[in-house]
């Protein structure tokens, strides 16, 4: 995925960022070297104890200070108002609860903050929208909770944030899939 162009539309998520960052599932850690010099200290949240141990091991050769820690989008380890940036990258879909994370989101970051996201979103068109619906039960065992057909963006807008900018695009991750409905943008917490 990363080979395919996933890199650079993380590249382009973090690009102009600044200040304290929350990044909520961070996974192994392939954002942390994409992080601009601007950026002071990244709180990498992830709950997964194998992804976190990768993730510690790659924070040390990074240019950028990065503190991993175990928590979940539901229950961040930070506090109120204290951070200026939370990235969410191919994280929303996989969430239990986007009202409660987003919520979650929302709390710590201070009024004016950047909510960055990239996420694989529910099409347009209404019959890969039908198949997405009938493929998410299954999916989401096999996927790690992932929801293939949920409406990233409107749950964004529902938590209170305004959408600064928006691009959607189709993305395939692996050869031989079709292409599925992505966002990329920012949004922030109104101050």
């Known amino acids: 995925m990363n080979r395919r162009g996933g890199t650079e539309h993380r590249r382009r998520l973090l ?83 986007q009202g409660k994370a987003l919520a979650e989101i929302y709390r710590v970051l201070r009024p004016g903050g950047t909510l960055a996201f990239y996420e694989h979103v529910r099409s347009h068109r209404r019959w890969i929208a039908a198949v997405e619906d009938a493929l998410t039960p299954g999916w989401q065992r096999f996927a790690g909770g992932c929801h293939p057909n949920r409406d990233t963006l409107a749950a964004i807008t529902a938590a209170g944030f305004q959408v600064q900018e928006i691009e959607r695009f189709g993305f395939a991750p692996q050869l031989l899939v079709p292409p599925v409905a992505h966002i990329l943008g920012h949004a922030v917490r109104p101050g």
Not at 29 to 49: K, W
Not at 62 to 74: I, L, N
Not at 76 to 83: E, N, T, V, Y
């Open 15 to 97: 690009s102009g960022l600044h200040g304290s960052v929350i990044e909520v599932g961070a996974g192994e850690g392939s954002s942390f070297s994409l992080y601009p010099s601007a950026v002071t200290d990244v709180l990498a949240v992830e709950p997964d104890d194998y992804l976190r141990g990768l993730a510690e091991q790659r924070a040390p050769s990074v240019s950028v200070p990065v503190v991993v820690v175990p928590g979940s989008a539901e229950h961040l380890p930070a506090p109120s108002a204290g951070a200026d940036v939370v990235v969410c990258s191919l994280v929303l879909c996989s969430v239990e609860d």
